[in-house]
Every structure is written in structure tokens, then in C-alpha cells.
């Protein structure tokens, strides 16, 4: 399985609830609220000042390395 910056966050955790430190990490603390899980990466990433890309790759190798 692979993201890319249109996944939405919901989407991602739903994937894999293992993926929410990632989140958390940037600052996004409310991931249970369903405004921010219909977000998708690359604007939570944008409102949160994080490189989109650079994100994707994170939680790829992290999904990649479960498998």
C-alpha cells in the first residue's frame, strides 16, 4: 500500500492507525475530528508547515517496512 499527498488523512489511518505519530508529530492533534480526517496530506502538510513530499516518503517507508 502507498499514500501520495491526495490521500486523505482518514484514508491513511484507516490503512493503519500506526501511521497517527507521523500526525502527531506535526503538530496535528486532532485526528479523531472528521474536519482534519477528510483532509488530504498535502493540505494538512501545507496548514501545518510541514514539506508534503517529504511527509509521503516517511509514511511510505514506514507502511513499507510493515510488509
Known amino acids: 500500500m502507498q499514500i501520495t499527498k491526495d490521500t486523505l488523512i ?10 497517527a ?10 485526528l479523531g ?6 483532509e488530504s496530506l498535502e493540505m494538512a502538510c501545507m496548514v501545518h508547515g510541514v514539506d508534503a513530499d517529504e511527509m509521503v516518503n516517511k509514511i511510505n517507508a514506514h507502511l513499507a517496512a510493515k510488509e
Open 33 to 38: 475530528c472528521p474536519a482534519s480526517r477528510g
Open 10 to 19: 482518514g484514508d491513511i489511518l484507516t490503512m493503519d492507525q500506526t501511521t
Open 21 to 30: 505519530p507521523y500526525f502527531l508529530e506535526m503538530g496535528m492533534h486532532c
